[in-house]
């Protein structure tokens, strides 16, 4: 079955420090991929999305994600972590069974320390 | 500004009693989405409109049904609550195709007594 995996349930930084989010997933299609944020009580928010082209992708506040197709991989990156990323991380593929709907990941909740 | 709205945003009823969550949308998108998440959790599609066309995901409770009147409106209804229905239920929006960006309203946070 199609599957998103994100390693690390809960990931801590420093403030300034780079956050590197994992992500992986399965995919029979060419992957179409997303990361979405949530902050407390809050709809998820697309941060980013690749479909095609260049696999280095920039998103919202900072934050890009880099495709490599050879190791099933979409890990979410920033250089310099604010207190205000503190939130929770979701990544999706788009699901093969129809083109509609996504498969997210479990989640990845980053804090950020002082 | 083009949005997901959902009433209420916080939900409290009491075991058995029918409860209705609303969704509306300016967007003018033809897809919309119902969402249960619970906490810790991704969120787990119950199902999904593509126009009039309703999809049902296979392991959505029968307690759970919905109805969407017009572009705009999209109601969930559960039937019967449980305590195990206690959850954040989000509403989001989408045009067709599996490229497209989902715009998740605020959620509705429903508690049952």
């Known amino acids: 079955a199609q599957s998103v995996t994100q390693l690390g349930s809960h990931v801590s930084v420093s403030e300034g420090a780079l956050v590197l989010l994992r992500c992986n997933y399965s995919?029979?299609?060419?992957?179409?991929l997303f990361w979405y944020v949530q902050y407390p009580n809050q709809g998820l928010q697309l941060l980013l999305k690749?479909?095609?082209?260049?696999?280095l992708v920039k998103g919202i506040n900072g934050f890009e994600a880099e495709f490599k197709k050879s190791e099933t991989s979409f890990h979410l990156t920033k250089p310099s972590a604010h207190m205000s990323d503190a939130a929770e991380y979701f990544c999706a593929v788009r699901a093969e069974t129809s083109y509609d709907k996504v498969i997210f990941g479990p989640g990845t909740s980053l804090s950020v320390i002082p | 500004d083009a949005m997901v709205i959902q009433n209420p945003r916080y939900q409290v009823t009491q075991f058995g009693k029918p409860v209705t969550l609303s969704c509306s949308q300016t967007l003018n998108h033809n897809v919309m989405y119902w969402y249960q998440q619970k906490s810790s959790q991704a969120p787990k599609l119950l199902f999904h409109?593509?126009?009039?066309?309703?999809?049902n995901e296979a392991d959505t409770p029968d307690n759970f049904q919905s109805r969407r009147p017009n572009t705009s409106f999209c109601f969930l209804d559960i039937r019967s609550p449980g305590l195990g229905d206690a959850a954040m239920y989000l509403c989001?929006?989408?045009?067709?195709?599996?490229?497209?960006?989902?715009?998740f309203g605020p959620g509705t946070r429903l508690l049952v007594l």
């Open positions: 690749y479909t095609t082209g260049a696999t």
């Open positions: 409109y593509y126009d009039k066309d309703f999809n």
């Open positions: 995919s029979s299609v060419p992957p179409y």
């Open positions: 989001a929006t989408s045009d067709s195709g599996g490229a497209k960006t989902q715009y």
